[in-house]
T-cell receptor, first 113, second 114 residues
Framework: DAKTTQPPSMDCAEGRAANLPCNHS???????VYWYRQIHSQGPQYIIH???NNETNEMASLIITEDRKSSTLILPHATLRDTAVYYC??????????????FGQGTTLQVKP | ETGVTQTPRHLVMGMTNKKSLKCEQH?????MYWYKQSAKKPLELMFV???????ENNSVPSRFSPECPNSSHLFLHLHTLQPEDSALYLC?????????????FGPGTRLLVL
């Protein structure tokens, strides 16, 4: 089962910041939080990941609470092309150091003009 | 373009056919993954390979047979599939260094079993 909980859907106005929340209250100390998005029937696209510090890259920012039980993905200026399903995932350690990404249902973000 | 390619992009097969899906990565990664995404269901991990060695089999039926001849290529051989196996099959690859390895996905193969 997925270790994360996300709202099923959200709307955002074009040009505004999109803030996508995620709860991961059972996360372990060495498990990373990853965010991916999937635009209709394409392969998931990696966005960002973090452990406990806030992270920023050219796509988004990731804010992780101090207790690491929740996080927020921020798209600073949403565009129509950001309409997608966003997945918050806790990477679970698999065999031989490989990672297991346990996907949930994600949040469907609809960016509106 | 993530550097992970999959062929074919679409496939229609009968239940008695044998077909293969191919995945290739040009990123110098050493781990490869197969995922299945059925309609209205989350992605499910099927198989994991680390340096050509299978390290995970997520209780996948034997009608799905993976093959990893080298760290750049991954195949999924299909035989006697059922209509409920119709799905999007996604390949991913990653570079295993530590606990923050990132998986990059291909575009997927859309499979329809008649």
């Amino acid at each position: 089962d997925a270790k994360t909980t996300q709202p099923p859907s959200m709307d955002c106005a074009e040009g505004r910041a999109a803030n996508l929340p995620c709860n991961h209250s059972t996360i372990s100390g060495n498990e990373y939080v990853y965010w991916y998005r999937q635009i209709h029937s394409q392969g998931p696209q990696y966005i960002i990941h973090g452990l406990k510090n806030n992270e920023t890259n050219e796509m988004a920012s990731l804010i992780i609470t101090e207790d690491r039980k929740s996080s927020t993905l921020i798209l600073p200026h949403a565009t129509l092309r950001d309409t997608a399903v966003y997945y918050c995932i806790v990477r679970v350690q698999g065999s031989s150091n490989t990672g297991k990404l346990i996907f949930g249902q994600g949040t469907t973000l609809q960016v509106k003009p | 373009e993530t550097g992970v390619t999959q062929t074919p992009r679409h496939l229609v097969m009968g239940m008695t056919n044998k077909k293969s899906l191919k995945c290739e990565q040009h990123l110098g990664h050493n781990a490869m993954y197969w995922y299945k995404q059925s309609a209205k269901k989350p992605l499910e991990l099927m198989f994991v390979y680390n340096f050509k060695e299978q390290t995970e089999n997520n209780s996948v039926p034997s009608r799905f047979s993976p093959e990893c001849p080298n760290s750049s290529h991954l195949f999924l051989h299909l035989h006697t599939l059922q209509p409920e196996d119709s799905a999007l099959y996604l390949c991913a690859s990653s570079l295993l260094l530590d606990s923050q390895e990132t998986q990059y996905f291909g575009p997927g193969t859309r499979l329809l079993v008649l």
